[in-house]
């Protein structure tokens, strides 16, 4: 069974800041998906990475597959960006979630 | 029109009452998930689905079941429902031939009594 971590839990920054959110798994993964949860309570997937590093817009994810990390920048941050941040990894048709980041950027 | 939708949106029920979940999809994906959120747990799988006639347990299967009516239906139901499955339900799918975008519902919030 494999576990997720993230950290931080819960991030303040101030608009234009760069942000950074980690995750931490246990095991060998199939792939690695970063989602985002609006205040509302819906839910986007943002990148499916199974190597190196993906980019859109101001967001970028990496993993590193040798040490089990994945972390999802936000450059430029806005108040719009203000949601919660999830990590989720692949074993087979096995999916686990990370508790999730909670990121609130302020004007 | 969303892609993935759910009803109903909120529900309350009592202790021992049956309850229906429904999601709909208009992606045309064969693959179809059901998660419950749970504050500070996260998202956890409860069955899965690859295809009309393919249904399979995930973590937490227990005191659940589901069936697949067609590709863009899914349904989740409680034979009878107890307080700790008070929660928030996603319905999700995923397609294409590397399958790799999760798309989900809006969510189902459900209360039981």
């Known amino acids: 069974k494999n576990e997720v971590e993230q950290s931080p839990q819960n991030l303040t920054a101030q608009e234009g800041e760069f942000i950074t959110i980690n995750c931490s798994y246990s095991v060998g993964i199939s792939a690695l998906h970063w989602l985002q949860q609006h205040p509302g309570g819906g839910i986007v997937s943002l990148f499916m990475l199974s190597s190196g590093k993906k980019k859109h817009g101001r967001l970028i994810a990496t993993i590193n597959i040798q040490e089990k990390h994945s972390s999802l920048h936000i450059t430029a941050s806005h108040p719009r960006d203000s949601a919660v941040y999830i990590c989720a990894v692949e074993e087979g048709n096995d999916m686990r979630f990370g508790a999730g980041t909670r990121l609130t950027v302020k004007p | 029109d969303a892609d993935v939708t759910q009803t109903p949106r909120n529900r309350i029920t009592k202790t021992g009452k049956r309850i229906m979940l429904e999601c709909s999809q208009t992606k045309g994906h064969d693959r179809m998930y059901w998660y419950r959120q749970d504050p500070g747990l996260g998202l956890r799988l409860i069955y899965y689905s690859f295809d009309v006639k393919d249904i399979n347990k995930g973590e937490i299967s227990d005191g659940y079941s589901v069936s697949r009516q067609a590709q863009a239906k899914f349904s989740l139901s409680l034979e009878s429902a107890i307080p700790n499955q008070t929660a928030l339900y996603f319905c999700?799918?995923?397609?294409?031939?590397?399958?790799?975008?999760?798309?989900f519902g809006p969510g189902t919030r459900l209360t039981v009594l």
């Open positions: 999700a799918t995923r397609g294409g031939v590397i399958p790799d975008t999760q798309y």
